[in-house]
């Protein structure tokens, strides 16, 4: 199933039968011992005099420490910090079949680690504070919420007083999901999309984060549109050759032979003035037990008497090169027709050996090609020719047979 350029994302195996209800088993916490901080006096402070903080929409803190300088003076210190958030990447899970009832979630107890403590430019001893938080959807995925902020200290008269700080807490989760259906080659796919955000407050603000899970089924095999195609044959039959067929003076066709089980078909293209171009098709169709066929036949030949097309043998004329001889059998009679190049020019042969020539022929350029699609109960069989025509212009076609499959 094709996925492939549907999503950009994490891949997870799991079953919509399976039961989440308890939520998945938890990895221990981390542990961490508390690094101790270990600011410097930059300033020469003696007295400390308070903090404050504040906590912008845009998603970073200002926090800042106030003190009285050796003078008695009032002085401040300020750190700005970024309050990074992350929740998992989108992903996706396939499931064995459609999800009975929505997506819920629980709740795994967050932790809260401290990363080691170094000096900045102005003395502060500093540490990320580290923070998650998993949310166990009831198909299955965890999604963990990773959250980074900072602590800061600063020595005052051989003291360290530490920054105020925003209080963070993790909420709630809400999940919105859609449903929908996507085509991958031939099959039909379910596809439920839950957009899961997560509230997280730190101070006066709160913050909202979301992923994407998708899920995905397997639902029926996409019903395909029948192929187009120019005549019905009434049973399955196997195409043999094709050539030119003169039904009388001046009118002459292009003739495909099918062999069936019970009957000879042939399909017989109707052509435009310049002989070129195919306008109609119609089969004719005589049973096998009225005619002769074996494995000589190459082409079809039109019997007058009995207005049928019929298998035929079509041999060049190679001692005189100037025309070609065509035999056929029907109810046990022989009908032939034997033309010179210059009565067929005459009797109104459009079809040439080749570009730039006046020579005649029956046969097409190269053996007509086939191809074969299944549709139901049926079979298509497209056939292509080229040839020359009147205006010496190569002339490509395809006509398509439709039959019971064998």
């Known amino acids: 199933m094709g996925l492939v350029a549907l999503f950009t994302m994490s891949v997870v195996m799991v079953s919509c039968s399976a039961d989440y209800s308890d939520g998945p088993m938890q990895a221990p916490q981390r542990t ?13 402070w003696k007295n400390y005099a308070g903090t ?43 499931l064995r079949k459609a999800p009975e009832g929505g997506v819920s979630y629980s709740t795994s107890p967050e932790s809260t680690w401290l990363g080691e403590f170094s000096i900045n430019a102005q003395a502060d001893s500093c540490a990320t504070i580290y923070s998650k938080k998993n949310y166990n959807l009831s198909n299955g995925v965890t999604l963990t919420l990773n959250t980074e902020r900072m602590t800061y200290y600063h020595m005052i008269d051989g003291k360290p007083w530490k920054y105020s700080e925003p209080t963070q807490k993790f909420g709630t989760m809400s999940i919105n999901s859609s449903v929908s259906e996507f085509e991958r080659n031939d099959s039909i796919f379910g596809l439920r999309t839950n957009v899961c955000k997560t509230y997280t407050q730190l101070g006066t603000e709160t913050f909202v984060d979301s992923c994407t899970v998708r899920e995905v089924w397997f639902k029926n095999i996409k019903e395909t549109s029948e192929p187009s195609f120019n005549v019905t044959l009434n049973e399955y039959a196997s195409f043999i050759c094709g050539s030119k067929v003169k039904v009388s003076k001046n009118n002459w066709k292009d003739a495909f032979l099918f062999v069936g089980a019970k009957q000879i078909h042939v399909v017989v293209a109707n052509l435009d003035n310049n002989g070129g171009r195919a306008l109609s098709y119609e089969v004719k169709s005589i049973d096998k037990s009225r005619v002769v066929y074996n494995a000589q036949v190459n082409g079809v030949i039109y019997d007058s008497q009995t207005g049928s097309y019929i298998p035929a043998l079509i041999t060049p004329d190679n001692k005189d090169k100037n025309g070609w001889f065509t035999e056929g059998m029907v109810d046990g009679r022989a009908v032939t027709y034997d033309p010179t190049n210059a009565l067929a020019l005459e009797e109104g042969i459009k079809n040439f050996v080749g570009k730039d020539t006046s020579v005649p022929t029956p046969f097409f350029v190269g053996n007509p090609s086939t191809s074969n699609t299944n549709w139901h109960e049926y079979t298509y069989t497209s056939v292509t020719w080229s040839k020359y025509s009147k205006d010496t212009d190569m002339v490509t076609q395809t006509m398509t047979v439709k039959m019971p499959t064998k």
Do not use: A, F
């Open 32 to 44: 961490t011992p508390t690094p101790t901080p270990q600011p410097q006096d930059s300033l020469g």
């Open 52 to 94: 404050t903080h504040k906590v912008y929409p845009e998603s970073y803190v200002i926090t800042k420490m106030y003190g009285l300088n050796y003078k008695g003076e009032k002085d401040s210190l300020e750190n700005k910090y970024d309050y990074v958030r992350s929740l998992k990447n989108d992903t996706t899970i396939y």
